[in-house]
Structures are given as structure tokens and as C-alpha cells.
């Protein structure tokens, strides 16, 4: 009932005045906490990029989502300020083309493996969770193919 009330309030900001109030209370229904989370972010920034496929992006390290040692991480350039990085694959929806305006993206985050190589882990996250950043920000692919450099 509560994230109803705060959809009315997002959807009061975003839709024009005159729209009657079972419009309102039919689009407060269907539209899920992932798009009201993805439509507040977007209101909120108005410097907001929409990613696109391909496209790098850095998260906030989740330990329920993720598994790796944060130090080792830092070292291989994977791992800063709280963020780990990752790669837009696809829209996480049901159509065929990429849709950069969807709630949640399929992506991959880079991990490493036993060895200290690079590894990715496919996984589900919501968009307003990904914050988009240029490749060159990602310290682990300035260090060409050594790995275990932090210069």
C-alpha cells in the first residue's frame, strides 16, 4: 500500500493535471517498485545517461548478489569506492531489441577466477542501480595483460 501512495505522488509529477483519478489509480497499479525506483533516479538526475548494449557501468558491491575477495578485487583494478563494473548484455525484457528505457538489464560483472583471471558472472540487476562509466574508468583494462599491477 505504501509504494502505491509514492507511485500516485511520482505519477501527480509526471502526468498532466487534467488526467481523471481512475487513470491515475489504474497506472499507480501497474507500474511495478523496479519501474518507480527507475522513473524516481531519472527525475531525480537530470544528468542521467541511459545505457545502451554493450555499454560499461559501475554498481554498488552487493555481498548477497556476488562472491570474491574486495581486496583482491582492488588489486586487479575491479573493485572501487564501494563499486565493482560490469557490461550491459541486454534489456531484461520480453522483446527482441534492446530497450534502453526497461527496468532491469541483463549484464555481466567482472570477477576473477583461481587463477586471477578475468571472469564474468551473468546476473539480473535493475537499471537505476547501474550508473554508466567509459571502459577507461575500469583500472583492471589500463593494465594491458598483467593482472597484478595496481600502478
Known amino acids: 500500500m505504501k509504494s502505491n501512495i509514492i507511485t500516485k505522488l511520482v505519477l501527480k509529477n509526471i502526468i498532466k493535471p487534467d488526467v481523471t483519478p481512475q487513470v491515475k489509480d489504474l ?5 511495478t517498485d523496479g519501474n518507480l525506483e527507475y522513473i524516481a533516479t531519472v527525475m531525480d538526475n537530470p544528468n542521467y545517461e541511459f545505457l545502451n548494449k554493450n555499454d560499461y557501468f559501475k554498481t ?5 548478489k556476488f562472491t570474491a575477495d574486495l581486496d583482491q578485487l582492488y588489486d586487479l583494478g575491479l573493485f572501487k569506492d564501494g563499486y565493482i563494473y560490469g557490461q550491459v548484455l541486454a534489456s531484461d ?28 558472472l551473468d546476473v539480473v ?10 571502459k577507461s574508468e575500469i583500472k583492471y583494462f589500463n593494465n594491458a595483460s598483467d593482472i597484478t599491477s595496481t600502478s
Not at 125 to 134: A, P, R, V
Request: charged fraction near 30%; charge should be negative; hydrophobic fraction near 40%.
Open 27 to 31: 497506472l499507480a497499479g501497474i507500474i
Open 60 to 64: 554498488l558491491w552487493d555481498e548477497d
Open 93 to 120: 525484457d520480453w522483446g527482441s531489441k534492446f530497450n534502453p528505457y526497461h527496468y532491469r538489464m541483463k549484464c555481466k560483472v567482472f570477477l576473477y577466477d583461481d587463477q586471477l583471471k578475468l571472469r564474468t
Open 125 to 134: 540487476i535493475n537499471t537505476c542501480e547501474l550508473i554508466k562509466i567509459d
